[in-house]
C-alpha cells in the first residue's frame, strides 16, 4: 500500500513544477503584499477575448481598433481612462462575472429618467459566468487593466 503516499508525493511534484513553469512562462513577480486575486495574463490573448465574446459592441476600450459596430442608438461604456484608473483586475473579474454588483450610475440615471426602474438597479450587462473561462477571464482583466496604464 505504498502507491497511495507516492502518488500524492508525486502529484505534489507535479503541481510545484507546473506552478513554477506557469511563473516563467508569464515572468510574474508577485509580492506577498499583493493582494490581488486575478493573476495577470496576456494582453493580446485579453484583447481577443474582448473582440470574440463582442465586448465592443457596448465598450470602447481606450485607444484600441475594435470591428465596427452596427450604426445605430446603443449604449456605449468607455473602459481605462480616468473612470477606471483605479481599478485592478479583481475590479474588473468582479464586473464582469457579477454585472450587477456595480451598476454605472450615469446608466442608473438614464434609466430612472425614462422610468424603467427595474433596469435602473440591474446592468445591461450580461452574465458570463457560464461562457467564460477562468483562463479567458485573467487574459481578459488583464487587458482592461492595461487600458489604464
Known amino acids: 500500500m505504498h502507491s497511495l503516499p507516492a502518488f500524492a508525493a508525486l502529484a505534489a511534484l507535479g503541481l510545484s513544477a507546473f506552478a513554477l513553469l506557469n511563473a516563467q512562462e508569464t515572468s510574474v513577480d508577485l509580492s506577498p503584499n499583493d493582494k490581488l486575486v486575478v493573476p495577470p495574463g496576456q494582453e493580446k490573448r485579453g484583447l481577443t477575448v474582448f473582440t470574440e465574446k463582442g465586448c465592443y459592441?457596448?465598450?470602447?476600450a481606450g485607444t484600441t481598433q475594435l470591428p465596427e459596430?452596427?450604426?445605430g442608438p446603443r449604449l456605449v461604456i468607455e473602459l481605462?481612462?480616468?473612470l477606471h484608473a483605479a481599478w485592478t483586475r479583481d475590479d474588473y473579474a468582479r464586473a464582469i462575472m457579477s454585472p450587477n454588483h456595480v451598476v454605472a450610475e450615469d446608466y442608473r440615471i438614464a434609466m430612472m429618467r425614462l422610468g424603467d426602474h427595474f433596469k435602473a438597479e440591474n446592468s445591461p450587462m450580461p452574465e458570463f459566468i457560464d461562457t467564460l473561462t477562468v483562463t479567458d477571464l485573467i487574459h481578459l482583466t488583464t487587458f482592461?487593466?492595461?487600458l489604464s496604464d
Request: with cysteine.
Open 57 to 60: 459592441s457596448c465598450h470602447s
Open 80 to 82: 481605462g481612462g480616468d
Open 144 to 146: 482592461l487593466d492595461s
Open 69 to 71: 459596430v452596427e450604426p
